[in-house]
């Protein structure tokens, strides 16, 4: 499988990861990208992320036949539309979004009839930091992948997005849209507006500066998680506002439960409640 042009739009950490990956897999043969911010896409160019920047998202998908998709979900709309003149009919793209439905939503409105080029993605990568600087070849190696593709999806184009990021080392995955968004609401949208929350809830405080200097190693995760950029998580948490607020109002029940054994006095109870924790926590660590 060899690509002669990869479209990529959005030349960020997630993006030039792939248009790197993809190169030294020697899947594609030459790289047009294009950023709304032109310092980014030029840097992916002297970076060698790319070989050629372009000055429209439209002007990257032109000549492509693989175009990857790395900007906000709030963004996907536009993006497409931008760039649906140039859609053909084997043409293969894709998004590395976090919610599904909603950019689903997006692409039908946006490619109308070419709507079956689209595979919607999300792999599961990332890191704390952003930019095409912090751009890694080995990003998505070992990490789970998730197709979302619809009824209309090209069939074509679904088995090139699973051999694409197959022979980039990734565990492919397909599930829908609704189940993508529902699970990943409760394993990752909550824990992130959960951070938020108690990060604002402690430097509120008084004495919040001094907590925060005495927290241990423990502490870390949490805090790396709080400090996620703000934009890029006020759209996922907007698009999948329906399956984060279930989530929000199962932790409260869960919450709740704890704080009545603790208000009560309840030691064997509240221990009860630890130990269901600890034993979920110890069988996930362990499948």
Same mark, same amino acid.
């Given at each position: 499988?060899?690509?002669?042009?990869?479209?990529?739009?959005?030349?960020?950490?997630?993006?030039?990861?792939?248009?790197?990956?993809?190169?030294?897999?020697?899947?594609?043969?030459?790289?047009?990208?294009?950023?709304?911010?032109?310092?980014?896409?030029?840097?992916?160019?002297? /970076? !060698?992320?790319?070989?050629?920047?372009?000055?429209? @998202?439209? *002007?990257? #998908? $032109?000549?492509?036949?693989?175009?990857? %998709?790395?900007?906000?979900?709030?963004?996907?709309?536009?993006?497409?539309?931008?760039?649906?003149?140039?859609?053909?009919?084997?043409?293969?793209?894709?998004?590395?979004?976090?919610?599904?439905?909603?950019?689903?939503?997006?692409?039908?409105?946006?490619?109308?009839?070419?709507?079956?080029?689209?595979?919607?993605?999300?792999?599961?990568?990332?890191?704390?930091?952003?930019?095409?600087?912090?751009?890694?070849?080995?990003?998505?190696?070992?990490?789970?992948?998730?197709?979302?593709?619809?009824?209309?999806?090209?069939?074509?184009?679904?088995?090139?997005?699973?051999?694409?990021?197959?022979? /980039? !080392?990734?565990?492919?995955?397909?599930?829908?849209? @609704?189940? *993508?968004? #529902? $699970?990943?609401?409760?394993?990752?949208? %909550?824990?992130?507006?959960?951070?938020?929350?108690?990060?604002?809830?402690?430097?509120?405080?008084?004495?919040?500066?001094?907590?925060?200097?005495?927290?241990?190693?423990?502490?870390?995760?949490?805090?790396?998680?709080?400090?996620?950029?703000?934009?890029?998580?006020?759209?996922?948490?907007?698009?999948?506002?329906?399956?984060?607020?279930?989530?929000?109002?199962?932790?409260?029940?869960?919450?709740?439960?704890?704080?009545?054994?603790?208000?009560?006095?309840?030691?064997?109870?509240?221990?009860?409640?630890?130990?269901?924790?600890?034993?979920?926590?110890?069988?996930?660590?362990?499948?």
């Amino acid at each position: 499988m060899m690509f002669e042009q990869l479209g990529l739009i959005g030349c960020g950490l997630m993006g030039g990861s792939f248009a790197m990956a993809l190169k030294n897999a020697g899947l594609v043969k030459r790289v047009v990208g294009y950023s709304r911010s032109t310092a980014s896409s030029t840097q992916a160019l002297s /970076l !060698g992320v790319i070989d050629e920047q372009a000055e429209t @998202a439209e *002007h990257a #998908a $032109a000549g492509s036949d693989l175009v990857l %998709l790395a900007v906000p979900v709030a963004s996907t709309e536009s993006t497409l539309r931008a760039i649906q003149p140039q859609v053909t009919s084997d043409m293969l793209i894709m998004d590395v979004g976090s919610t599904k439905q909603d950019v689903i939503q997006a692409a039908r409105r946006a490619l109308g009839a070419s709507f079956g080029a689209f595979v919607p993605v999300h792999p599961i990568a990332g890191k704390e930091v952003s930019g095409v600087d912090n751009a890694d070849p080995l990003l998505y190696k070992g990490r789970p992948v998730i197709l979302t593709p619809e009824a209309e999806t090209g069939a074509a184009q679904v088995q090139q997005a699973k051999a694409l990021w197959t022979a /980039l !080392g990734c565990k492919v995955a397909r599930m829908s849209a @609704a189940d *993508h968004d #529902a $699970a990943f609401a409760a394993v990752s949208h %909550l824990p992130h507006l959960l951070a938020f929350a108690y990060m604002n809830a402690l430097v509120q405080q008084s004495q919040g500066d001094r907590y925060l200097s005495l927290a241990g190693t423990g502490f870390r995760d949490f805090s790396r998680i709080a400090a996620s950029e703000p934009s890029m998580w006020r759209d996922i948490l907007i698009a999948n506002r329906d399956d984060v607020l279930q989530q929000s109002r199962l932790f409260r029940q869960a919450l709740e439960a704890l704080e009545i054994c603790i208000s009560a006095g309840d030691g064997d109870a509240l221990k009860n409640l630890i130990s269901d924790a600890s034993r979920t926590r110890a069988q996930w660590t362990l499948s």
